[in-house]
Each structure stands twice: as structure tokens, then as C-alpha cells.
DNA sequence: TATGATTTTTAGATATATCTAAAAATATTT
DNA sequence: AAATATTTTTAGATATATCTAAAAATCATA
């Protein structure tokens, strides 16, 4: 049984992990979760004490097998509570992160599994991110970040990287949400800015790090 | 902001301030909470410095006007969830008091606003209980005690006053629940114990003291 | 009403999760 | 490779929520 702060850790350094190869650092672990290296250092102790994660002094950690099914469980829950919100309860999708971030972490077996029967067995969150099943299993929609396709591409968008409520606004102000159907016009070389064309209608300019959280499926 | 342990408490004095007339010794409090009475009279101190309880030493306490009102949002939220269980996950009543009683603490107004709109504005909760609306106010059936009618007495059970797993797993195993229309057939004078006809067909003998926390609207 | 029983509080510990400041190890640069 | 910079760990504090054991206050009753 994790605690609260346990689990929070391990979803992050999941999240890490996944985006690099090799170990996970202790600062970049402090930085994602706004916490000081002291503190993560203690908490890496305790969760390769546990089994969760492998680690040695100085050279960051590895998240074990264990460590990868709990975490899958976690994001679980945190990715059918976006749904539920978003499904049933006509939340906009820059308003579920904070409550998914609680709901998360209610322990209950029985009611996972019929949330998931409530909502039909969803395979992807309301930002595309895929769900993995009781198992652990997911099956992912082949993506790709706008800033790396090239000038006339046309695509759906089925994931946004930074979850962030500013930049989730942004969005909605521009009018780009999942599923939107997208278009690169032009690619500015030496900023990597894009012209964008939203659903054959609308046309917007974003940056190079705007087109970075957005991916599309071609 | 109350933490988790602390809206616990205020949960649990509330509770038990409903059902006597006097202040709420610290024992009493420290029976419901499963815990010790030095844990009890040092998160005493720390919500009546709060503003939430009035209390003097060796006296017991008060919910003051604000601790009551925010009980009752706690209350509120757990007879929502409690609700949305039954209605929508399809738990039977005994199985929604551990997982509500997680779900309670979660905070978020628009979670709250959004779940009592989805579940249409409920008024009680599965058990009969009355749910406060956002400021605290509720309307509770006209209610009494199984043991307090006499002989021929029909009425429909509104409220289960003991709520843990073992008494309602009883119930459903003779055929009570909440709606069902009982008659009193006969009421045994030297043990208090009854004979009820349940939705005009099977009967039942049941003691005393599960009359007692067995309440109908007649 | 005094004395013993019970309740409540205090004092001091423990466990979790955090922090700051200093020390140790690793990485980078000249 | 030596000096410097950065990262990571350790040592020691703090805050919350709990506990046990002993002291203090209140209650019950002979």
C-alpha cells in the first residue's frame, strides 16, 4: 500500500522515465514535483526500500517492474476520473487536472472497475493520452509533435503535452481542442513558428513551443 | 482549509453533538474515531484555535456556528457520493460507506456543483439521510424508530441508523431495505423484539436492538 | 465530604513528509 | 588533470498526526 506522496512520486518519475532512456535524476524529479532534492533523495530511500524503484547513490533511478504496474494503475484512475469529469460532468478540459489529481489517489478496487463499466470502457482520456486497462496494457495512437511534420500536413489532434490550465486557455482562445482537425500552412524556418488551419477554417500563428505540446495523428 | 484528519473530527463531533444535548466529551469522540483520548484533546485544541469547536478543559465541546457549517458540507458531500455509488456504480448500500468516506475529502466546489446536478438534485441519500444543499440546509422525513410503533403499524423504512457493513449485510439477508413498506404483525412485550410482514409478504422476526436503528415515515 | 474511580490533559516519543545548510560526489571547463 | 561548478546526499529542524505513561481534574459513592 503506497501512501499519497508515494504514489505522487512514482507517477512522476513514471512520466520522466518515459521521456528519457536512461536513469532519472534527483533534481529533475524536485522540479517536476516543485519540491527540493533533499526531500526527493529521502523518497527515492524509502521507495527503492519498497521495491519500486532501483537506485544507486548519486546516479538516479530506475522504476522496477512493480514500480511500472503500480504506476500504470495510478495513471489508471487518474485518466477514467478526466474522463468521468469531461463525459459526465461537462467539465472543460483545462479544468480536471487538479481534481483528477485528487480523485487519483481514492483507493478502491471495486469502484474502478465500475467507473470504467459506468463510462463504457474508455481507451483515451479527454487529452487523447491513452488508459491502461486493470493489467496495465495500452495501446497508444501513433503521434507526432507539430513541430515535426512539414508544411502541408494534415492531422487530428489527439494529444496536448503541457497540461497546464494557462496553457490549455490558450488553446480554447485559439480555437484548437482534441480532435480538431489541423493543416501546417507554413513552417517559418528560423523560429520554427507555424501557420496552423483549424477544421479547413480558421488560421493561427504559433510558436515553435506551442507546436512542441501539440500532437497530432496523421 | 481543514485537513483530512481534521475534517474527520469535525465530522464526527458534529455527529455525535446531534445526539446528545451537552458538549461532547473527548472519550466519546475518541470511541467513534477509534483512536486515544490524548490524540483526541490535542486536535481539540487545534480546531477550537481554528474557530471551529468552543471548548473548555475538562468540559468537552461545542461545533460552533462556522464548524457546523462546514460539517455540513462534508456531510453534503458524502451523501452526494454516497448517491452517485448507489445510482450511477450500482454498489449496494453496504458498500459505499468505506469508499465515500474517501471520496468526501476531495476538494473542489465545481466537482460538487456538477455532481448534484448530474444526480438531479438529490434530496436523501440511499440510506434515507437528508443532504444539505450548498448552505447547510436539509429537510429530514418525519422519522421513528421500528421500536417506538405499536402492533399494526405500516410504514415505509426511510433511515438505517447503524451503518456498518455487518448490520446492513443482515438486512438485505432478510429482505430489508430502504423503501420497503413494513407492517408490524406482533411486538413481543417482555424483550421488545418484533414480527414485521416486509412488502406484504415475508416475515421476519428481528431483536430489539435492530428495531432501534430501523426508522420509518409512517 | 472525603476517597477512590474515571476522565481528561500534559509531557515526551514516534512516524511521515517536508525543509535549509553543509558536506560529499560527480561533471565540466580551462 | 586540476580547478571550478553542479548535483546529490547527509545532518539536523519543523509541522502534522499519532501514541504511551504519568499527572491533574472531575465524578461517583460510601
Given at each position: 500500500?503506497?501512501?499519497?506522496?508515494?504514489?505522487?512520486?512514482?507517477?512522476?518519475?513514471?512520466?520522466?522515465?518515459e521521456?528519457?532512456?536512461?536513469a532519472?535524476s534527483?533534481?529533475?524529479?524536485?522540479?517536476s514535483?516543485n519540491?527540493?532534492?533533499?526531500?526527493v533523495t529521502d523518497?527515492?530511500k524509502?521507495?527503492?526500500?519498497?521495491?519500486i524503484?532501483?537506485?544507486?547513490?548519486?546516479?538516479?533511478v530506475?522504476v522496477s517492474?512493480?514500480g511500472?504496474k503500480?504506476?500504470?494503475?495510478?495513471?489508471?484512475?487518474h485518466?477514467?476520473?478526466e474522463?468521468f469529469l469531461?463525459?459526465?460532468?461537462k467539465f472543460?478540459?483545462?479544468?480536471?487536472h487538479e481534481?483528477?489529481?485528487?480523485?487519483e489517489?481514492?483507493?478502491?478496487?471495486?469502484?474502478?472497475?465500475?467507473?470504467?463499466e459506468?463510462?463504457?470502457?474508455?481507451?483515451?482520456?479527454?487529452?487523447?493520452?491513452p488508459i491502461p486497462d486493470?493489467n496495465?496494457?495500452?495501446?497508444s495512437k501513433?503521434?507526432?509533435?507539430l513541430n515535426?511534420?512539414?508544411a502541408?500536413?494534415?492531422?487530428i489532434?489527439?494529444?496536448?503535452?503541457?497540461t497546464s490550465n494557462a496553457f490549455?486557455?490558450?488553446?480554447d482562445?485559439?480555437?484548437?481542442?482534441l480532435?480538431?482537425?489541423?493543416?501546417?500552412?507554413?513552417?517559418?524556418e528560423f523560429?520554427?513558428s507555424?501557420e496552423i488551419?483549424?477544421?479547413?477554417?480558421?488560421?493561427?500563428?504559433i510558436?515553435?513551443?506551442?507546436?512542441?505540446?501539440?500532437?497530432?495523428?496523421?
Amino acid at each position: 500500500m503506497l501512501s499519497f506522496a508515494e504514489e505522487n512520486y512514482l507517477k512522476t518519475i513514471y512520466h520522466l522515465s518515459e521521456e528519457i532512456d536512461g536513469a532519472v535524476s534527483t533534481n529533475a524529479i524536485a522540479e517536476s514535483l516543485n519540491t527540493k532534492a533533499a526531500s526527493v533523495t529521502d523518497m527515492i530511500k524509502k521507495l527503492s526500500n519498497k521495491g519500486i524503484l532501483s537506485y544507486q547513490k548519486y546516479r538516479g533511478v530506475h522504476v522496477s517492474e512493480s514500480g511500472k504496474k503500480a504506476a500504470l494503475q495510478v495513471i489508471r484512475k487518474h485518466r477514467l476520473w478526466e474522463t468521468f469529469l469531461v463525459d459526465k460532468l461537462k467539465f472543460n478540459w483545462d479544468e480536471v487536472h487538479e481534481v483528477a489529481e485528487q480523485l487519483e489517489h481514492i483507493n478502491s478496487a471495486l469502484l474502478i472497475k465500475r467507473l470504467d463499466e459506468f463510462l463504457a470502457y474508455p481507451k483515451f482520456d479527454p487529452h487523447g493520452d491513452p488508459i491502461p486497462d486493470e493489467n496495465g496494457e495500452y495501446k497508444s495512437k501513433p503521434q507526432v509533435a507539430l513541430n515535426h511534420v512539414k508544411a502541408d500536413t494534415i492531422g487530428i489532434i489527439v494529444s496536448v503535452k503541457d497540461t497546464s490550465n494557462a496553457f490549455l486557455k490558450y488553446l480554447d482562445k485559439i480555437g484548437i481542442y482534441l480532435g480538431a482537425k489541423v493543416k501546417i500552412l507554413e513552417k517559418v524556418e528560423f523560429d520554427g513558428s507555424l501557420e496552423i488551419q483549424i477544421d479547413s477554417k480558421k488560421t493561427v500563428f504559433i510558436s515553435k513551443e506551442v507546436s512542441e505540446n501539440i500532437w497530432i495523428s496523421e
